[in-house]
């Protein structure tokens, strides 16, 4: 069931009335029993598969906590972790595998045993994966206790709004709010509509439409140039953003209806002075749970520099491996990586601890946010032979750039007519401009401080905004939904 859809509004809305509707003792099985439906909707198969992936979790970390030796409560998380990522391995990588070495044997002129096999991947099995291995983790590590009500730990797994996509929440922050007494606030309704409405903004008036122009320029390089490869990387770069970050507003928003409150996963993060602020304020649950359960149980950075930078370079490959099975991500990942080595080089033989004036801050968001866009060439791009292609060819007919006619000619045949560019532009600008305001406050907070006659001006036009130039009818998924 897709967010960008009138079923699931419809969805959203019963979900809701009768969540206030039903006894307090009753309303988490009403949840589960949504989040059943909502993910069920889509392949009503691969309900089995949570349920194993919450039996096994549910079950070996309860022998975690039951057990006082330490040699079985190693055991039992190891076993826990092989199932967690054996599961995740055969549906998600094991394709890649056989592919790849499929490459490999036809490089080196031998026959493959295996023939080529395709696995239909699980909607956001990646994302309820990490956060049952971090569950268990927790366990291990004595930070909380196990949830003894199978049906409630399956909740906790399962809930509807950040089931597929994240955030992925730690038991510690959402395990409590789901089984907590939460009354009809007004307040709460209001916060989380205006959150989902930001979402949809962000979801079906910047990111369908750029996803157009993006898809049609990457999907056939060699038919453009090097001015149409950088214009689609820009524009891919704000359609993540805006499809990412969107559908975190919804689902925090979705959430916040029913006075649950998730993590925030983005915080302005094209507005960072450096790759390392930038990882700080991007898909924030992910990178904190790669930190905390990978960086620095590896030794983090409390260790001699060459294996601090071996840390770093192995959190962000499997980062880049975690978002999906194609060499492209590894390579998006390490370059990153390398990214963060370097910034880290630079800060040893440069202090910044120094004041920063806003020109020097300006210049280094610049730069941030153009390392940003170029390592997107490899997280978009279709394959390896695509990314250097473009890569190569990104300086190609600059000469034509102050060509009127070429210039027209190339922006309408890059998918969308000079009208709809203008339309997507304006928007990203409305969005930046939403973002400087915000600054260490959420604008809808912030928006509370102003007459009301305001903030009902500011959300009608996002509103009709997004009814009058939302790009609908085409199913377009969640970027993040195939992770």
Known sequence: MLFNSIIFLIFFAVTLVFYYIFPFKIKWML????????????????????????????????????????????????????????????????????????????????????????????????????????????????????ELNFFKFMLYLMFFPQLVAGPIERAENLMGQLFSRHKFNSVNISIGIKFMIMGYFKKVVIADRAAILVDTVYNSTEDFGGIAIIIATLFFTFQIYCDFSGYSDIAIGCAKTFGIDLMKNFNRPYFSVSIKDFWRNWHISLSSWLKDYVYIPMGGSRCILIRKY???????????????????????????????????????????????????????????????????????????????????????????????????????????????????????????????????????????SIPFILRFIFYYVVVIAILALGVFGNDKQFIYFQF
């Open 310 to 448: 071996f840390n770093l370079m192995v959190t962000f490959l499997l980062s880049g491996l975690w978002h999906g099975a194609n060499w492209t991500f590894v390579l998006w990942g390490g370059l990153h990586g390398f990214y963060q080595v370097i910034g880290d080089l630079k800060n040893k033989i440069f202090k910044t601890d120094r004041p920063q004036f806003f020109l020097l801050t300006f210049f280094r968001i610049i730069i941030t946010f153009t390392l940003v866009s170029f390592a997107w060439i490899f997280f978009r791009a279709n394959t390896i032979s695509d990314a250097f292609y473009i890569i190569k060819n990104i300086s190609s007919d600059f000469n034509n750039v102050t060509n009127a006619q070429y210039m027209y000619e190339l922006l309408n045949s890059m998918g969308l007519s000079i009208y709809e560019i203008l339309i997507c532009l304006c928007s990203i600008l409305f969005l930046i401009m939403v973002e400087l305001f915000e600054r260490k406050t959420v604008i809808h907070y912030k928006l509370n």
């Open 31 to 146: 949840l589960l029993i949504a989040s059943c439906v909502f993910y069920m909707w889509w392949r009503p198969e691969f309900i089995i598969l949570i349920l194993i992936s919450s039996f096994i979790n549910y079950f070996l970390s309860g022998c975690i906590n039951v057990s006082d030796s330490n040699k079985f409560r190693k055991f039992f998380l190891i076993l826990n972790l092989l199932s967690n990522f054996g599961i995740l391995f055969v549906f998600k990588y094991a394709v890649f595998v056989n592919k790849s070495f499929m490459e490999l044997y036809e490089y080196l002129g031998k026959e493959y045993p295996i023939s080529d096999f395709d696995i239909i991947l699980p909607m956001g099995i990646s994302f309820f994966t990490f956060q049952a291995a971090g569950y268990t983790i927790d366990v291990y590590k004595r930070r909380i206790k196990p």
